[in-house]
């Protein structure tokens, strides 16, 4: 009833839930009342939760934040929210995202942008963004509208809107989380995720999330551990590499003042600290963005106003149908990402561009394969800035592409990356530092993002 209350208060200007089911979340919070009173508590019996509105929901409007979807009610639920379901959570509603999940600062919400509760001024031009595509997510619990919030990631979109909003976020290893039932971005790369005040708090959310789909092709049949449990194990002894790649000219001090002290707690609590190199580093953010665009465009071609979508019928032929309902239900994000995904894809150009970004997303690949024969676990910046104001950026969509730079090699490699809140730059606005792992090694992932903490 609390957060419902806070949801009430503040919501309004936050618009961080775009769906807020106060009533199925009372009976939700009833049901479990009487199952712990039983005995039969699960391991989140109760925990209020907010959920991208990315992730299908039964019988719950999910949007992607696109007018596309405006009145999709999915028949089903994702197998992520299905298995915190089973696991005791109970749901609050639905939260705001960047279109499609396209975006880093929730501003191609179809449903308006949504405030970062850091923010001080009263005047939505110079408010705050919360980061994106994960906004709404970081947003409520960086606001305590929600304990935990369901996130996803494709390049960025749960490490640096946590980043922004003093949480802490983790993408797991591709195929940890089942995609089924998550509408589709960028498929290669998509990972779910949660976001929530701790490291801890992640890591118990992780694993009610996580576990092998039969229903996706991708998902790894391999065992979920206790991660809660490997966040106490300390640091001693770990090798954490320091990728020199990543100092980037121009990078402002506060951030790599925060690394050093990253570093230097790390060093403090017994690891050893490593220099290390990822050559093919700034090639990552072009390969991204021919690869994810390539991706989104073939996901999208199902919203056409028949298989799925908004139908926006004139007359005419099917092609008419077509272009009226994709013209109507996109924003310009989304139309930009399809043309360039079909650009990069077309017989012309597909060597070119798609090809070669896959040939040099192997070499980003290789050059973390070759680092975890000399380093445990990475700790690199999580953004280059602290988060920025709702008026800027916002024309060019190239210096919006840039703020991916130290997450995108995470999702093209497929690795685990954890946002860690670490400090404060000179406005007392929150920085986070990032974590990245082995595959499938979460755990070394938690243990030093708790040294962090
Ligand atoms: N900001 C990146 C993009 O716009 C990442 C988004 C994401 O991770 N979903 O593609």
Not at 88 to 94: E, I, P, Q, T
Not at 113 to 130: Q, Y
Request: hydrophobic content about 40%; overall charge negative; glycine content about 10%.
């Amino acid at each position: 009833r609390s957060h419902l209350e806070a949801i009430e208060a503040l919501n309004p200007r936050l618009n961080a839930f775009l769906t807020v089911t106060a009533d199925a979340a009372m009976e939700a919070a009833k049901a479990s009342d009487a199952k712990r009173r039983r005995g039969e508590a699960g391991p989140i019996e109760g925990v209020p939760l907010a959920i991208k509105d990315l992730f299908c929901t039964a019988g719950v409007r999910t949007t992607a934040a696109s007018k596309i979807l405006g009145n999709f009610v999915p028949p089903y639920e994702s197998t992520v929210t299905a298995n915190l379901l089973r696991d005791g959570a109970v749901f609050l509603g639905k939260v705001n995202l960047d279109e499609f999940a396209m975006g880093s600062s929730n501003a191609t919400s179809a449903y308006g942008g949504v405030e970062n509760p850091w923010t001080r001024s009263n005047d939505p031009d110079t408010a705050l963004v919360p980061g994106g595509s994960s906004g709404g997510s970081a947003a409520a619990v960086a606001a305590r509208l929600a304990l935990g919030a369901t996130a996803t990631d494709t390049g960025g979109s749960i490490r640096q809107p946590a980043a922004f909003c003093g949480i802490a976020g983790i993408k797991p290893t591709y195929g940890r989380c089942s995609r089924w039932g998550t509408l589709a971005f960028a498929s290669s790369l998509d990972q779910a995720g949660p976001v929530a005040r701790t490291v801890e708090d992640c890591a118990i959310l992780l694993r009610s999330m996580s576990g092998f789909d039969p229903k996706d092709s991708t998902s790894a049949d391999i065992a979920v551990p206790d991660f809660a449990a490997a966040c106490a194990r300390g640091v001693k002894g770990l090798r954490i590499g320091v990728p020199r790649e990543y100092r980037l000219d121009g990078m402002p001090q506060e951030i790599e003042a925060l690394w050093q002290q990253g570093l230097d707690w790390l060093r403090q609590a017994g690891a050893e600290i490593v220099d290390i190199s990822l050559p093919h580093t700034k090639y990552a953010l072009p390969t991204y963005y021919i690869v994810a665009p390539a991706e989104a465009s073939s996901n999208l071609a199902r919203y056409d106003g028949v298989r799925y979508g908004e139908r926006v019928d004139a007359g005419g032929d099917l092609k008419d149908l077509y272009e009226r309902t994709r013209a109507a239900g996109f924003g310009a994000e989304v139309k930009r990402r399809i043309m360039i995904g079909t650009y990069v894809l077309s017989a012309g150009y597909y060597d070119a561009y798609y090809v070669k970004a896959q040939q040099v997303r192997a070499l980003i690949k290789r050059d973390f394969d070759e680092a975890w024969g000399k380093v445990d676990a990475i700790l690199t910046p999580a953004t280059p800035s602290a988060a920025f104001a709702a008026n800027e950026k916002q024309d060019d969509p190239v210096a919006m592409y840039l703020n991916d730079v130290f997450t995108v090699t995470a999702n093209l490699a497929g690795l685990p990356g954890l946002a860690v809140p670490a400090g404060l730059d000179a406005r007392g606005l929150p920085l986070g530092l990032q974590v990245i792992g082995k595959p499938f090694d979460e755990e070394t992932v938690f243990a030093v993002g708790t040294a962090i903490e």
